[in-house]
């Protein structure tokens, strides 16, 4: 009998997010990284529906899974979760990665995430189990690299990646005002917007 060598572990990405809607600068990131981290699939994971909105209301978890799938479909990499959904209340990423690491025993996480929120999560949370679940990818704005103060270089990483200054809330404001969206987001994200009259005042 040869040598039993380990088989190299599939390499995740997940990408959680509100998705409210999914744009492009959702998908040029997770593109980006996949590339840059030699990542095997990146899933999409749109948070659950708070319990309370603070200031204005989330669309329906459904809305936000259908436009992820719909802009995501045409790439074999990319894959949406509903974990997220089907669990239920606020999304805690550390539930998010408990749950696809069980799902997924066979496989490196790295979480993907705007640096900005990445500062959040890693002073909300226990930051050991976070570590101990997944690899950490700040994704920032050209020129924007952070100073990565004592957070450890093999469990975070940032990546600098085109296009970030697209936002969902701008792309909401936007269909409110009557403004195109076209480009912004995939065509049938513009479309699915449309015929649900998603973020207009009298939708
Ligand atoms: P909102 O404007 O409502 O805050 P958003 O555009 O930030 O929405 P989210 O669904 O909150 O979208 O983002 C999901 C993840 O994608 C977050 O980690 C966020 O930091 C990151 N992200 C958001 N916009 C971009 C972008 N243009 N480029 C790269 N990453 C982004
Ligand atoms: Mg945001």
């Known amino acids: 009998m040869g040598e039993q060598t380990e088989p190299a572990k599939r ?3 997940v990408m959680g997010g509100t998705f409210d809607p999914v744009h492009h600068g959702h998908l040029v990131a997770a593109s980006e990284v996949a590339s840059q981290f030699h990542l095997d699939e990146v899933v999409f994971v749109p948070t659950g529906q708070p319990w309370q909105k ?8 459904e809305d936000r899974y259908l436009m992820t799938v719909i802009a ?5 990499q990319f894959s949406v979760s509903r974990i997220d ?15 696809l690491r069980a799902l997924n025993d066979d496989a490196d996480l790295f979480f993907i995430t705007g ?4 500062a959040q999560i890693l002073t909300w949370h226990n930051t050991d189990e976070l570590f101990s679940l997944a690899h950490f990818i700040g994704v920032t704005r050209p020129g924007h690299i952070l100073a990565n103060p004592g957070l450890p270089d093999d469990r975070v990483s940032f990546v600098e990646v085109p296009a970030l200054a697209i936002s969902s809330s ?11 969206v076209w480009y912004l987001v995939p065509d049938g994200v513009v479309r699915y917007i449309a015929k649900r009259r998603l973020y207009r005042h009298d939708g």
């Open 11 to 13: 390499r995740l990405g």
């Open 115 to 118: 640096a900005d929120a990445l």
């Open 54 to 61: 603070s200031h204005r209301a989330v669309s329906p978890a």
């Open 85 to 99: 959904i089907d669990r239920g209340g606020p999304t805690y990423t550390v539930d998010t990665l408990r749950d």
């Open 72 to 76: 995501t479909a045409s790439n074999p």
């Open 170 to 180: 701008d792309c909401r404001a936007r269909v409110a005002e009557g403004e195109p």
